[in-house]
């Protein structure tokens, strides 16, 4: 069974590069049938917060990835680590060492005045006299000294680390017991069952360290697919400038959460040329052997593309629903069907289409001076008010039903369309631009719609 994971430190908000990898993650599991886990990398108390959590449990929730099984909490796996680090002491895999900082520091300072590489010298690894008093000593591994470590990558191939100009002999516990990041990534990917780990190449100079410690411990090693970064438009790595921010905010700005997944999941895969996946699709069709070998461009332009297109087809009730997280409350408004089908196509996110529904349900308290001027000249007042009283004498319903009575005035009156629509539409609107009037008054109704009418003519006589 296929068993990933996501494994987020909790050091801020979700953004948009972990959500990818976490998308990915999620889709091999599901399409294998297998499980996707969830793993807070919470080891580092300084920098991990609890919001940090819920926040990314929430941009979880808001995006329907469901992770199986409980939670993994770092955090609440100190004696399970401390176990480990005694298996390999006494095994003679790891040992104590003694060196304080200052030694550190010598010897860091001596090899860079040899032009050396920086690194520990072992000088503790076959070590049995007496300890120095008065230092806490850290672990650390006894790592292979010649030969290569392979990495063997789904998406970049084999890569082959040097033994010797790579592998130090690591810390795997500090000198207060705390263990560190690679020996618990290796500890707990084996022990929750992860088979297949795919995350961002940024990763990928920790897999040989963790490769020893799966060796040293006699675990099996997981596939790995490490994932090109996401880059801006001139070949930089994503800033928060470019979109690299809060998964939550693209909520905020009016993404919906299948134009979010469907544009990620894009990003640095590809199934031929096709664009648009359903969720249920994305499941059936990702492999993560198509991820592709370089970095993926960040383009917003193709990420509203898809909001609008996911926003035109997505049915009214349900848009409505959507709405409400900004606002619009349509649910039960008896003309949704109308305006949403008048405006899904205008907009770009749902907060822009909130936006355009916002200027249509509220009556307006200015009027755009260019509008008046052309809307409100010769004998436009006059027009209004045979419109007004039309209205009044009958009980229209339909956007057809006022379009009648525009048309009954156009005639009666020997205008051209226009002198009758736009003024209408600035006394509706205070403004031009918007949907066909006759939907705006239908939605409104006749009661606002003499409203606005009659005060547009107040407060521009
Ligand atoms: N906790 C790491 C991060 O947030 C991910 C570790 C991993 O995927 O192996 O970048």
Known sequence: MVVTRFAPSPTGYLHIGGLRTALFSYLWAKKNGGKFLLRIEDTDKARNSQEATQAILKAFEWLGLEADGEITYQSQRDEIYAKYIKQLLDEGKAYKCYMSKEELTELRESQMANKERTMYDGRYRDFDGTPPEGVAPVIRIKSPK????????????????????????????????????????????????????????????????????????????????????????????????????????????????????????????????????????????????????????????????????????????????????????????????????????????????????????????????????????????EVLNAYSVKLQNSEPHLPTDYHSLMEEVVSEMEIGFGKIGMPLRVALLGKMGGPNIDVIMAVVGKDETLRRISQAIEKNS
């Open 146 to 381: 010649t030969g290569e470590i392979l990495v063997k990558d789904g998406v970049k191939g084999t890569i082959s680390f040097q033994a010797e100009d790579i592998l130090d002999d690591f810390v795997i516990a500090r000198a207060d017991g705390s263990p560190t990041y690679n020996f618990v990534v290796a500890i707990d990917d084996y022990l929750m069952g992860i088979n297949e780990v795919i995350r961002g190449d940024d990763h990928l100079s920790n897999t040989p360290k963790q490769i020893v410690v799966y060796e040293a411990l006699g675990f099996s090693i997981p596939a790995f697919y490490h994932v090109p970064m996401i880059h801006n438009s001139k070949g930089k790595k994503l800033s928060k400038r470019d979109g690299a921010t809060d998964v939550m905010a693209y909520k905020e700005m009016g993404y919906t959460p299948q134009a979010l997944l469907n544009f990620l999941v894009r990003l640095g895969w590809s199934h031929g040329d096709q664009e648009i996946f359903s969720f249920d699709e994305m499941c059936e069709l990702f492999d993560p052997k198509d991820i592709n070998k370089s970095a993926s461009i960040y383009n917003t332009e193709k990420l509203d593309w898809l909001n609008s297109h996911y926003i035109k087809n997505t049915s009214n009730t349900e848009l409505a629903e959507l709405l409400e997280a900004y606002d619009i409350h349509l649910t039960s408004h008896d003309k949704k069907e109308i305006l949403l089908d008048a405006l899904k196509e205008r907009a770009k996110t749902l907060k822009e289409l909130a936006e355009l529904i916002n200027e249509i349900l509220t009556t307006p308290t200015e009027y755009d001076e260019k509008a008046i001027k052309k809307a409100f000249k010769g004998n436009a007042f």
